[in-house]
C-alpha cells in the first residue's frame, strides 16, 4: 500500500502490468459499466421527465467503459506511455467531475417537475 503513494508509482513511463486481483477489479468494474449501460439505455426509451438524466448516465457508462477498455488493453500488452498509472488517476479523477455534473443535473429534476404542473395548471384554464 506505501507504493501508492509514490511518486514513481504514479509516473513511471514504463509501469508492471496490474496484480491479477486489480486486474480482475478493473474488469468487473467495467462490467457492471457496460450493465449499468444496458440497463439505462432501456429505462432512457421511456419519454419523461427523467429521458435527459438517463441520457446523460448512458452516455457516462458507456464511455467510462470504452475508455476503461482501452487502458485495460494497454496493460495487457504494455505499451509503456499509455498504460502509465497517471492515465488512470486522470480518468478517475474526470469520471468524478462527470458524475458530480450528472447528480447537479438530477437535482434539478423536481423543480422542473414543479414548473411542468404549474403550467398544466394554468393551461387548464386556458381555452
Known sequence: MTNLLTW?????????PLNTLAQNCFVTFLIILVLIAI?????????GIYRGFFRRAYNFCLSNAVIGLVFLFFNYEMVPFFA????????????????????KKLKTIPEQKKIREQEKELKKYLP
Open 84 to 103: 502509465a498509472r497517471f492515465w488512470l488517476a486522470l480518468w478517475v479523477i474526470v469520471m468524478a467531475v462527470w458524475f458530480v455534473f450528472i447528480i
Open 8 to 16: 514513481r508509482y504514479w509516473f513511471t513511463l514504463r509501469p508492471e
Open 39 to 47: 440497463f439505462v439505455a432501456l429505462a432512457k426509451r421511456k419519454s
